[in-house]
């Protein structure tokens, strides 16, 4: 066991994995939940489907630059910092997304959605393989792909419920608590 495996008990791991957990599973889960939303915005941006298209697909293409990078991040900064910086940052960008004026604020939104979540994502796995126990090492990878496998499942069922009920703005409204407490979690897990 490495002296980084030893800083963290088992307490601790469980906040850790379950904060940056449910980051993750939200940031996932938004890359699919606004599929079902976008007619919706097409209506009220007046953009046609090639033009609203490029919030899923933006999103997708920077946070998978940014997922290629981060194995160079996380030797550079600490997870504390970069954990602090992604969920900051996809706080704040679900905030513009969810007041968004026009579509260029919406579309400004998603793209640091992505940048954040490039970071965010990949930390889970991060933790996991720093922090877990090597004995069950493959129980906690298991949890991980769970985790950003059930997300896209689910984001368009999601996206569909809210807008049932409310409209395409709550998706990232619905979001900023469950990000919040996430990162509130992690932070008192106290990842290094």
Known sequence: MTSKQ???RSGQLSLALVGVGLIAFI???METALNVTLPAMMAQFSVSLTTVQWLTTGYLLVSSWMMIINARL???YSLRFLLGVGTGGFL???VIC???PSFPYLFGGRILSGV???ICIPLLFTV???YAPRSRLGFFMAVGVTITALAPALGPTYGGIVLRFFNWRWIFLLSLPLVLG???LACISRPT
Request: net charge positive; glycine share 12%.
């Open 98 to 100: 969810s007041l968004a």
């Open 6 to 8: 030893t800083r963290m």
């Open 92 to 94: 704040v960008s679900l």
């Open 128 to 130: 996991i393989t720093r």
């Open 74 to 76: 996380v030797q550079r």
């Open 27 to 29: 940031g996932i889960l």
């Open 116 to 118: 954040c979540m490039g």
């Open 182 to 184: 996430g990162w509130l």
